[in-house]
C-alpha cells in the first residue's frame, strides 16, 4: 500500500478507471497475530506494521509504524490467543492492546463508539455526495464485531457441539464477548430508521468452514437484525481466500430467495502473497471493490472484483434499473463476468437489460466468442427459472 502514489495507480476499467486516492483508513478483520497464545513478541511484530492513530512523527529516536496510514479498527481472530473469560489470562496480550489502542482511537475521535469492553467499535466515514436533500454530506457508519457476532458461546454446528476444533466452547476462537449486544445497540443509537449505508466487519464468515466455528443461532440473529438497516457489505477474513458471495442467513450462493446480503472475503495481509481488498463509496452511490495482490517484486489487480449501486440514505434512494444495470461482480469464473451474477439477472425483472450490458462489456474486453458464452449462460439460467 506504501507504494501507491495518489492518483498514479487506477483501478480497473471494468469497474470503471479513474484513479485510486489515498486511503481514509485501514481495517484489519482478525488474525493479528499467527499465535496469540505463547508468542507474546509477535505483538511488537504486528505494530511495527500497523499504527493506530495518524499522529505518529519519526524522531531519531523512534520510528513509526511502516504502513503509512493508520488502523481504523482491527478486532480478534481465532489466532488471536485468549479471551476475558480464561481465569489466568494467559497469551490474553491481543485483547489487552486492542483494549488500549480503541480507547486511543476514541479519544482522538477516530471512533464513535467502543463496547463497555474495549474491544468491539464503531466510526463513521463522512463524504461528499450529490444527493440534494442531503445538502451534499453523507456517512457511512462502520462497525467491527471482532471474532463474530453473539454474546456468549452458544457451541457451533446445528447439535452445538460439531465443531471444526473438537471441544465446544474451548478456546480464545469462540467466545464473541458479547459483541451482538454491542452491534444491536450501536445501530439503534447511530444509525436508526435514517436508511444511510452500514458495513459489518466480523472474523467469521458464512462458508461451509467458516460454519463450524459458530452456531447456526448466532448466524440467524445477526442476519434477522441487518435486515433492518441498509447493509451494503459484511466483510469477514479466517479463510485468507479472497471471493465474493451472496448470504441470506443461512446460505451463501447465487439466486438465493429472498433478501441476502453482500459478503466480502478478505486475503491474508501476511503471507507468500499477501492481498488487500481497495474499496471506495462515490458520492453517487456507486460502490466497487478490487483484490489487490502483491508479491515480492509487484503488484496486480486480481481476479475478485464488484460494482454496485446502493441507496445513500432513505431520502435517497437507488433506483431499481440503476442497480439491475450495474451490478457486476466477479470471482474469475469466466474472463471479467460472474456467471452466478448473471443466473441473479436472469431472475430479475429487468434481466434482459441488465444481461446487455453485460454481454456488451464481455464483447468489448473478450471478444464474439466471449460474448456467446455469457449469453449461453444467461439463456440457461433463464431456462431452469421455468422449469
Not at 38 to 58: D, I, M, N
Not at 155 to 177: I, L, M, Q, R
Not at 189 to 218: C, L, M, T
Request: proline share 4%; net charge negative; charged share 20%.
Amino acid at each position: 500500500m506504501n507504494v501507491m502514489p495518489e492518483g498514479e495507480l487506477t483501478w480497473p476499467e471494468q469497474l470503471g478507471g479513474g484513479s485510486v486516492y489515498d486511503p481514509v483508513g485501514v481495517i484489519h478483520g482478525g488474525d493479528l497475530v499467527d499465535d496469540g497464545s505463547t508468542e507474546e513478541w509477535s505483538w511488537s511484530s504486528y505494530t511495527h506494521l500497523f499504527g493506530a492513530t495518524s499522529k505518529c512523527v519519526p524522531t531519531p529516536t523512534t520510528q513509526c509504524p511502516r504502513l503509512r496510514w493508520p488502523v481504523i479498527a482491527e478486532g480478534h481472530g481465532n489466532h488471536d490467543g485468549s479471551n476475558s473469560t480464561h481465569e489466568d489470562g494467559r497469551g490474553w496480550f491481543v485483547d489487552k492492546n486492542t483494549r488500549s489502542r480503541n480507547q486511543q482511537r476514541y479519544e482522538e475521535g477516530m471512533l464513535t463508539e467502543v463496547s463497555a469492553n474495549g474491544l468491539h467499535s464503531s466510526w463513521d466515514w463522512s463524504f461528499g455526495c450529490n444527493c440534494a436533500p442531503l445538502k451534499g454530506q453523507c456517512s457511512l457508519h462502520l462497525v467491527h464485531l471482532g471474532l463474530y457476532s453473539g454474546d456468549t458461546c452458544q457451541g457451533c454446528g446445528d447439535d452445538g457441539n460439531s465443531c471444526f476444533y473438537g471441544k465446544a466452547c474451548y478456546g480464545g476462537f469462540v467466545y464473541p464477548e458479547e459483541s451482538y449486544s454491542f452491534l444491536a445497540q450501536d445501530l439503534a443509537k447511530n444509525v436508526g430508521k435514517s436508511g444511510r449505508p452500514v458495513v459489518i466487519i466480523q472474523h467469521y464468515g458464512f462458508d461451509g468452514f467458516s460454519i463450524a466455528w459458530y452456531s447456526p443461532a448466532e448466524r440467524a440473529a445477526l442476519f434477522e437484525l441487518l435486515r433492518g438497516y441498509n447493509v451494503i457489505g459484511i466483510f469477514v477474513g479466517h479463510t485468507h481466500c479472497p471471493q465474493i458471495y451472496k448470504w441470506n442467513g443461512t446460505h451463501i450462493g447465487a439466486g438465493l430467495a429472498g433478501p441476502a446480503l453482500d459478503v466480502y472475503n478478505l486475503d491474508a495481509t501476511v503471507k507468500v502473497e499477501p492481498g488487500i481488498f481497495a474499496v471506495e463509496l462515490w458520492g453517487n452511490g456507486t460502490f466497487r471493490l478490487a483484490h489487490r495482490q502483491t508479491s515480492a517484486t509487484s503488484s496486480q489487480w486480481g481476479n475478485v472484483q464488484a460494482r454496485k449501486a446502493v441507496a445513500l440514505e432513505e431520502r435517497c434512494p437507488v433506483p431499481a434499473s440503476t442497480v439491475q444495470a450495474e451490478e457486476y461482480v466477479h470471482n474469475g469464473e469466466i474472463g471479467g463476468v460472474d456467471p452466478f451474477l448473471l443466473e441473479e439477472l436472469a431472475g430479475m425483472e429487468k434481466a434482459a437489460a441488465a444481461a446487455k450490458v453485460l454481454q456488451r462489456e464481455a464483447r468489448a474486453k473478450h471478444g464474439k466468442e466471449q460474448a456467446a458464452r455469457v449469453h449461453e449462460v444467461v439463456a440457461k439460467a433463464k431456462r431452469r427459472r421455468s422449469q
